[in-house]
């Protein structure tokens, strides 16, 4: 059964902004993550919030940039993105675990949506 599930993704050129959605079907998850992979490029870590708190972390290269958050009346996880560059081009997924470990790495992230694509052109 698919439990997350993004959406918002397109292509917009340099300066542009984009919301990406994380649809959740599950509560029982402790941290919901975004992860990005560029063409060529290792899967890695965006930002991550806890669904039951405000705490966030980002990766430098989207700090100032992008922001996570969460509604969890609607079950949804946000990352709004601003300000993007060529360089933010890759697919975005989200990820979730049910550990309560505050983890940025991708192995400790069991769930994960099929992701969306993000363009940026010059």
């Known amino acids: 059964q698919v439990q997350l599930e993004e ?3 397109g292509l917009v050129q340099a300066g542009d902004s984009l919301r990406l959605s994380c649809a ?3 509560r029982t998850f402790s941290n ?3 992860f990005r992979q560029a063409p060529g ?3 890695e870590f965006v ?3 806890r669904w ?4 966030t972390n980002y990766t430098d290269s989207v ?3 992008f922001t996570i958050s969460r509604n969890n009346a609607k079950n949804t996880v946000y990352l709004q993105m601003n300000s993007l560059k060529p360089e933010d081009t890759a697919v975005y997924y989200c990820a979730a675990t049910r550990s309560l470990l505050w983890s940025i790495r991708r192995d400790d992230y069991a769930y994960w949506g099929q992701g969306t694509q993000v363009t ?3």
């Open 7 to 9: 959406s918002g993704g």
């Open 24 to 26: 959740v079907s599950s």
């Open 32 to 34: 919901i993550g975004w």
């Open 41 to 43: 490029k290792e899967r």
């Open 47 to 49: 930002a991550l919030i």
């Open 52 to 55: 039951n708190g405000d705490t």
């Open 63 to 65: 700090k100032g940039r």
């Open 120 to 122: 940026v052109s010059s």
